[in-house]
């Protein structure tokens, strides 16, 4: 085990990130909203027929799932009681679990062209 390093979590390390923090609040946030978004629009137009609410049920999965797994990588990588960092060498992961939230509340309700 490194320097600092607690045998118990071997993922973690002496320090914290700041922006890890506010990536995982911004995957939380994107996956409420993708949750209200889905469950009251389904109630506003009632049940939706064939791909678009199999569509929209995909992006809400994978919303909650970027959630899921940024909160078990907060959990696994930062310990707040050490000192905190602006970025750390989890921050890329922990961006790219934010930006998949995002799209997926951006992609689950994209309005569809209008047909002609």
Do not use: H
Request: proline share 2%.
């Amino acid at each position: 085990s490194g320097i600092g390093q607690d045998s118990r979590f071997p993922l973690r390390s002496d320090s914290w990130s700041m922006a890890n923090a506010l990536f995982a609040i911004i995957t939380f946030i994107a996956a409420f909203a993708c949750s209200i978004f889905f469950v009251t629009r389904r109630k506003a137009e009632g049940e939706e027929a064939g791909g678009e609410g199999r569509r929209k049920l995909l992006w809400l999965t994978v919303s909650l799932a970027a959630a899921a797994a940024s909160a078990a990588l907060f959990m696994l990588t930062q310990d707040i009681t050490r000192s905190m960092m602006l970025f750390d060498k989890w921050s890329a992961a922990f961006g790219i679990l934010a930006a998949a939230g995002v799209i997926a509340v951006r992609f689950a309700y994209a309005k569809k062209p209008a047909e002609a």
